[in-house]
């Protein structure tokens, strides 16, 4: 498993998933014509899922993904089903385990595809590409996804949506839109990671027979709801500085709610003691607000109410408190702003969760924060990561994983790259420290001590959560995750517990005002308690789940 705590599921790239298979075989002497024939066991179950009735359509690669296909027409036509059998290559160029399957089907042989006739059926299996294909689909079989993708029957897809890549998720011009892809032995990243994930419909890992004990290499892994379990407890001896003090350090004029959701939500997280650092001019309005429980400390600011370098030392001087600071909520881009959050970052001797215009402050200067002697967190959107590696956002959203992964090796930091499909990238090295730190603290973190960790572990959210878009919703999770470092949770964990938790408050606040249209981030922040403890039965609603079958 690598680095991985034990609350991620091991997603294997194609490498590692080529090696489970040839382990299988060579290793365990499992058939791999049994294996093939159980995927599309697989396969045809879903696609009798989604039509009970009615012709079916298989479209067939070159490969093992196209032998696949072809076990699914046989044993639909066994059941009596109308198939027809499309491949975008002449049927006998097909070799070892698909050719066999070829022989082995009854009734009329394959059609190759063209390209100038519309799809028909109830349902279409796609079997074009597997979890080996990386790039751009071209030729037939780039018009067979088109094709796949203008019929209105819904789409299985075989492993994963032909033109996904399966390792990352990266869709490079067209990719195959499924109902449902069913997955062999273990999911992927790429049906987690957008885009591929936007692609993927609901994922269902199908077992094929690989016998336990497999290797299991996987350097991301997606977050079970069992991290929940980490969220630390007050006990009989607890008091309000054990409980975690959260320094919030922002807030602008105009912006003021900003600054106050963190702190509110770093509350109601567990943090016991709140104290906001904002502009001498908005200090009047959150101490006089709606959280009389909110400790506030004026800092110097310029005449457009923005905070200045010369507040830094007044910050440092709460700091003093101990706990972990959350720096950027509400806070501005004028220069003063600038100049206060950076000089605060460098200097700040606490765990730093850094959002919004705190990020925006180390725009081009992420690798300065690498010097920091504190752990520290970003929680950039695609915009604000963008912003800091100098690239837009249109390349951030392409390569999801790897610009996350580039940014937590350059600022030697936790990044959170937000979304449906957060991630959560660590480096390696400090990833299994605090994984370890983790296991210490909780027994529910046990980590395998790998010393082949990867150079950076990335830990993938399931998401399910549309009422989180909406305004305030990051300060939310700043807050969030501020206040699980005040409590002592090493940052990679922290981090983790706290996307979930924040998710599974939004999925509590959609149900709780009966519309997921409707939330508005002070939601999310009421409906963290009730989290705490429901997002650890729930079942995520997003039509992407995991569903074993056997």
Not at 19 to 25: G, L, P
Not at 192 to 219: S, Y
Request: include cysteine.
């Amino acid at each position: 498993m690598g680095a991985l705590p034990e609350w991620c599921l091991p997603l294997p790239h194609a490498e590692a998933m080529r090696a489970i298979d040839r382990w299988a075989i060579d290793e365990r002497g499992v058939p791999s014509l049994d294996l093939m024939e159980r995927a599309g066991a697989g396969v045809a179950r879903a696609a009798e899922e989604l039509a009970p009735d009615g012709p079916v359509t298989v479209l067939c690669g070159k490969g093992n993904n196209g032998g696949d296909g072809l076990v699914a027409a046989r044993l639909l036509r066994e059941a009596g089903r109308q198939v027809s059998v499309l491949t975008v290559g002449p049927p006998d160029e097909l070799k070892g385990d698909a050719r066999e399957n070829l022989l082995r089907l009854p009734g009329a042989p394959p059609a190759l595809f063209e390209a100038d006739r519309p799809l028909d059926g109830a349902v279409v299996i796609d079997a074009l590409l597997g979890t080996g294909f990386a790039g751009q689909p071209r030729g037939a079989i780039a018009a067979a996804i088109d094709a796949a993708n203008a019929c209105a029957a819904p789409v299985v897809s075989v492993d994963v949506p032909s033109g996904v890549d399966a390792s990352t998720g990266v869709v490079d011009a067209r990719a195959v839109c499924a109902a449902i892809t069913v997955t062999f032995h273990a999911a992927k990243p790429g049906l987690w990671i957008r885009p591929g994930k936007a692609h993927a419909g609901a994922v269902r890992v199908f077992d094929i027979g690989i016998p336990r004990g497999a290797p299991a290499v996987a350097d991301v892994g997606l977050i079970e709801r069992r991290v929940l379990e980490l969220l630390p407890h007050r006990t009989a001896a607890s008091t309000k500085f054990s409980s975690g003090h959260v320094l919030v350090a922002g807030g602008s004029r105009g912006l003021t709610g900003a600054p106050r959701m963190a702190a509110h939500a770093a509350m109601r997280a567990g943090a016991g003691y709140v104290t906001a650092c904002v502009p001498a001019s908005a200090q009047p309005i959150l101490a006089g607000g709606e959280l009389p429980e909110l400790m506030t400390r004026a800092l110097p600011d310029d005449e457009e109410g923005a905070l200045v370098l010369a507040g830094v030392d007044g910050a440092l001087g709460a700091a003093r408190r101990g706990g972990a600071l959350a720096l950027g909520p509400g806070l501005g881009r004028t220069d003063g702003a600038v100049a206060f959050a950076r000089e605060l970052a460098r200097r700040a001797p606490l765990p730093a969760v850094i959002d919004a215009d705190g990020l925006n402050a180390h725009a081009g200067h992420l690798a300065d924060l690498a010097r920091r002697e504190a752990p520290t967190v970003l929680t950039p959107h695609a915009g604000e990561l963008g912003r800091l590696l100098e690239i837009s956002s249109d390349e951030v959203e392409r390569e999801r994983l790897r610009h996350a992964r580039a940014a937590a090796e350059l600022a030697q930091a936790v990044v959170v790259l937000k979304g449906d499909d957060t991630l959560i990238a660590a480096p390696g090295g400090t990833a299994a420290v605090v994984c370890a730190e983790a296991a210490n603290q909780h027994s529910a973190a046990a980590v395998d001590r790998s010393d082949s960790a990867p150079s950076v572990i990335v830990a993938v959210s399931a998401g399910a959560s549309p009422a989180l878009a909406t305004a305030g919703s990051g300060d939310v999770l700043t807050g969030v995750i501020a206040a699980l470092l005040a409590q002592g949770l090493p940052p990679f964990a922290a981090a983790a517990a706290g996307v979930q938790l924040h998710a599974a408050a939004g999925r509590v606040a959609a149900q709780t005002i009966g519309s997921a249209d409707a939330v508005i981030a002070s939601d999310v922040i009421a409906a963290l308690p009730r989290a705490r403890h429901a997002g650890i039965e729930e079942r995520p609603t997003s039509a992407s789940t995991v569903e074993a079958e056997r």
